[in-house]
Structure formats: structure tokens, C-alpha cells
């Protein structure tokens, strides 16, 4: 059974920045959506991402600590990729699709 229930870091909890963090370093193999705080936004904006891909954990000068659960975007992330479909399934999108899946940021370690 891989269906395991996503766990989502948002500004729920003003902690969750740095246990996102956590979460990446500890499920390497994981997959990661980012999408929307707001709800009405979510279902055109859920892209899939690789736990390890630099653009969803890297800061810079523009990306500032807190940006990646504390402001405008939320992380839900899972060990599978069906279990995101399934809880995009019941956020929006009712088809399961991303709307976009391992964009360019994410190929550095992607092999199809
Ligand atoms: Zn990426």
C-alpha cells in the first residue's frame, strides 16, 4: 500500500517553514507540489516538484526565509505521487493532473 496521506506545510503553523525543510532533507525521494494559499487560485497553480530539486528550498536574496509555506505558496508533500493526485482529487482539480510536473527546475536529477 502506498497510499500514505500528504503532509502539508502552510502558514497554519508559523513552524512549518522550518519543518518543510526537515521533511526534504529526511524523504529525499519524495515529491513535492507547490500551489496556492488561496483556494480559488489552487486548482490553476499545482506543480510538481522532486524533493530535491533546489527551487522549492534554496533561499536567495529574493527568496527569503518563510517564502516557500509562510507567504503566498504551500508545500504538500508526499513519498508518492498518487497520493498527491489523490489529495489534488479533493483541492480543485477533480482529474488528479498537475498543472505542470517536473518542470526544468526539477531535471538536474530527473531521469525519465
Ligand atoms: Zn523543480
Known amino acids: 500500500m502506498t497510499n500514505h496521506t500528504p503532509v502539508i506545510f ?14 526534504l532533507t529526511q524523504n529525499p525521494d519524495g515529491f513535492v507540489v507547490n500551489t496556492t494559499w488561496n483556494t480559488r487560485e489552487r486548482a490553476n497553480y499545482m506543480v510538481l516538484h522532486r524533493a530535491t530539486c533546489k527551487s522549492i528550498s534554496n533561499y536567495t536574496a529574493k527568496k527569503k526565509w518563510g517564502g516557500y509555506t509562510q507567504r503566498n505558496y504551500i508545500k504538500v508533500c508526499a513519498q508518492d505521487i498518487e497520493s498527491l493526485r489523490d489529495w489534488i482529487k479533493n483541492n480543485g482539480r477533480p482529474n488528479g493532473s498537475f498543472t505542470r510536473e ?11
Open 102 to 112: 517536473f518542470p526544468r527546475c526539477c531535471k538536474q536529477d530527473w531521469r525519465v
Open 10 to 23: 502552510d502558514k497554519h503553523n508559523s513552524n512549518n517553514e522550518e519543518q518543510y525543510q526537515t521533511w
